[in-house]
């Protein structure tokens, strides 16, 4: 199980099925998945089976730190963050987040928490994220919290669900980095 954590204006814990509605709402939109590696959702049902086989499979095996997003001032899911994966204490971050609560900060906010959960709690020695070419605002997020850009490359990734060739973005911070900071 999940630690809970808090922001100023958001509270981190496990995904579950009663997040269903709030996620397909979001995950149906292109716009949002204009830039992750899933296709847009096409049912509730798929969100559903997705929550079940992705989130609460993976809390099972004790291998995901992915979290969703609950804004306090109205207890609506609005998204997800966390650590999609960890591997010789290295994560690797990812983020999604509902249109509705763009540009307000909340990402910087929720990524800002999970770094020093992953660095305090976790103890990662690094933490890393990647953005595909055009996802400015997604870039922008890392920057804000503090990882370092560590240059671009053309290369297969997985976009809406596809291989295609594509241009991706790499950031990190080092347990030095965050301390120093």
């Known amino acids: ?26 995950a149906k939109e292109e716009k949002v998945v204009r830039y992750m590696t899933f296709p847009k959702h096409e049912s509730l049902e798929n969100t559903k089976n997705l929550i079940e086989s992705f989130f609460i499979e993976r809390y099972k095996q004790g291998i995901s730190y992915d979290y969703g997003i609950i804004y306090k001032e109205n207890n609506k899911f609005i998204g997800t963050s966390g650590f999609c994966r ?12 509902t249109p509705d609560y763009w540009n307000k900060g909340i990402m910087t906010e929720v990524v800002t928490r999970l770094i020093k959960f992953g660095f ?10 990647q953005f595909y070419d055009g996802n400015i605002k997604s870039g922008n997020v890392m920057k804000k919290c503090g990882m370092k850009y560590l240059g671009s490359e053309e290369r297969e990734i997985k976009l809406q669900g596809k291989m295609v060739m594509g241009k991706i973005h790499r950031c990190e ?9």
């Open 173 to 181: 911070i080092t347990k030095e980095d965050y301390y120093k900071g």
């Open 120 to 129: 305090d709690d976790l103890k990662l020695e690094k933490i890393e994220a």
């Open 1 to 26: 199980m999940l630690p809970i954590l808090v922001t100023k204006r958001c509270i981190l814990k496990e995904v579950c099925l009663e997040n269903a509605k709030d996620m397909y709402e979001y």
């Open 86 to 97: 960890i591997e010789n204490k290295v994560a690797t971050l990812g983020y999604c987040l």
